[in-house]
């Protein structure tokens, strides 16, 4: 069940990473599309660390996902614009095509998912905690495969919802893939779908059923990755088939 | 796997870049058991502390000291005395 | 600083403004008061705390609660000094100067020129006791007026402010006196045994 490959066997070192791009996700996130030179590759799930030097030679350092799938080789990064952070405001408000920064990467071998090993596979996200799920994802459909995969993304609105075209784009795609959005602070006149924060019974409702072996990736805010683990858990699922991945007390 | 009731912020997959330093193998996928109370965790799943000075990551059942990492301009510190051993 | 490109724009928020001389090499000034915590906040009640001098297994003394608060207390202004590189001007904190600590237990000189402090939750720091006296620590119970928040250190920390501020030891409970001085617990994996922000001791090796 653990994955436990080889380090890449090359020091992580800082590269520089050029931007070549920068989308906008929702009235807070942005993707910033990078290039660099001499990246050796990725596996989804797996995050960067950047760092930014000012002048004065004061220097910050933050974690991101990488959102794009090895398959794609540019780096994209999806940031939530934290208002009184250090980085994410700067990235969201000054930088530009061409600007650079440093990364270094890519780091974490646990929390990854490839074709490899299989499915079904259900992803399990709350607000920015859907970045590295959404490369596990777009991996997925790169390689044109078809294990059963689930996405159950909590959101505080449809206006926040990360990637929302794409996937619905998808699912529309891809029988095999079940993508369940709940809204858990304002739901649009006629939503169908679920209102709430995950709970049990929701989780219930939407994952494999623990027979059928399922791996589980869970991502987010710390609360959030807690509860919906523990949920998992109650409802049978082995512990050792979930992974987790907190992203602090806000996920920010 | 019970949620830890002091609710930590982070795991071991924000200490992944320092603690990788020091190993060869991919370390927050290994295990590693608690030389206090026996119990045995995914690395990337352990409460981590005290990030920027270094990485604390404790037993998510009985919150000892497992690992302690720092990164100096003079080198590299890792202590490992409350891991009872690592699995890769 | 190495070579790492410039970010074009980016700028520390930590701007130094004209307060050059009152801060260490190497800092950035803060407003805000960032938390580092090595381990959970640890939850004591105050009817179970208990603070202690001790010496070689010997209890020198011990304050309940109430009895610490009878204790004579001082208003103490200082600068604060992260070595993350965060310092923080002009915070206010009250609490027992180590001096009258070592008075109110009968001690006209401190048994041995070095201590640890001992926290609850676990963590160790080291000091040598000329680091103490003379007014230059203190153990808080109050921080900007009111009672310290657990996250930052209450019910007491230790209060040592020329130095870095991970010997300003969260949660403290027991200074015992030694007679050499042993790392605590950032000092024996790393860090500088003193820690003086002036002469950036931030590390062993220093």
Redesign the interface.
Known sequence: M??????S?R??EWQVAVVCDIAVETPRVKTFVVRVDGWQGHSPGQ?V?IRLTSEDGYQA?R?YSIASPPEDELIALTVVCVDDGEVSPYLHRDLRRGDKFEL??P??????WTTAAGGPVQLIGGGSGVAPLMAMLRHRERRDHHERAMLLYSSRSVEEIIYREELAAMAGRDPDLRIIITLTSQQPERWAGYGRRIDKAMLADVCFPPETNPRSYVCGP??FV??A??FL?ELGHD??S?????F??TGG | ????D?????????A??LL??F?????????LRCAACGATR????L?V??L???A?L?CADC?H?LI?A????????L?MMGAEYLR? | MNDSPISRGFRSPRQTDNLGNRIPPGQYLTRDFPV??????PHRSLDQWSFTLGYDGTLLDSWTWSQFQDLPQTNITADIHC??KWSKIDTMWQGVTFDDLLRAAGLRAPPAPYLMAHCD??YTTNLAVDDLVGGKGAVVTRYAGAPIEPVHGGPARLFVPHLYF?KSAKWVRRLSFMETNKPG??E????HIRGDPWKEE?????
């Open positions: 653990i994955d436990a490959r080889p380090a066997g020091r992580l995050h660390d350092q974690s270094r990467g780091i974490g071998g646990y929390f990854v710390t609360p807690e509860s683990a523990q858990v512990p050792l979930i992974k987790t991945e907190r602090g007390p | 796997m019970t949620p830890s002091t609710g930590f912020a982070l795991d071991g997959n924000a992944a870049s990788q330093e190993f060869a193998c991919e370390v927050t996928a290994a295990s995914v690395v990337g799943a409460p502390y005290a920027p000075m270094g604390v404790r919150e000291v302690k720092v990164d100096t301009p003079h080198g590299r510190w202590n890769f | 580092l915590s090595a381990g959970p906040t070595v993350t939750g676990g991970w617990f950032w024996s994996n790393g860090y931030r590390y062993d090796g220093d």
